[in-house]
């Protein structure tokens, strides 16, 4: 937490302040995700008047996210600026004259998660099958190249009989 209210009660005031991000774990809908590493959140934050404030600051934390193709876990180093105007009352982060950094970088970072996580550019990924790891070995599924929204098509020729 920040303390806001020397630049709250003055307006025109700007103060600049580092706090130590107190996540662990970023937890969303698709899953939570441990931080391995972080550094301070360094925050600028400006009173412009009318019960308005501009922040500005940034923070990079490493966590672990799965692999997009195998789900093994891989670190990823995030970087999360912010530079926003908002109102004292419009955001969860601000509670009364202090700034919850933790809330402010848990909800900025969805805004800058990879598109695309992988253990390596060569992963082969899992068997859709069995779900082995075809990274660490091959395993004994018939495999066949059809796409399977083709399903449908493989089981008329299956059930197709001469007459």
Not at 48 to 54: N, T
Not at 65 to 78: D, G, M, N, Q, T
Not at 95 to 106: C, I
Request: overall charge negative.
């Amino acid at each position: 937490m920040i303390d806001l209210t020397e630049v709250i009660l003055s307006e025109g005031k700007v103060i600049h302040r580092e706090a130590e991000l107190g996540l662990d774990v970023l937890s969303y809908r698709f899953g939570d995700f441990k931080i391995v590493e972080k550094s301070p959140v360094s925050v600028t934050v400006e009173n412009i008047g009318d019960r308005k404030l501009i922040l500005k600051g940034d923070v990079t934390i490493r966590l672990r996210i799965p692999c997009a193709r195998c789900l093994k876990p891989v670190v990823s180093e995030i970087t999360v600026p912010f530079d926003m105007e908002t109102g004292l009352d419009e955001k969860d982060y601000i509670d009364g004259y202090n700034l919850d950094v933790d809330q402010l970088v848990h909800d900025e970072a969805l805004l800058y998660w990879p598109e695309r996580t992988l253990c390596r550019e060569a992963c082969k990924g899992i068997c859709p099958t069995c779900g082995q790891n075809l990274n660490d070995g091959s395993c004994n599924c018939t495999r066949t190249d059809l796409d399977p929204r083709m399903a449908k098509i493989l089981d008329i020729f299956s059930n197709f009989k001469e007459v």
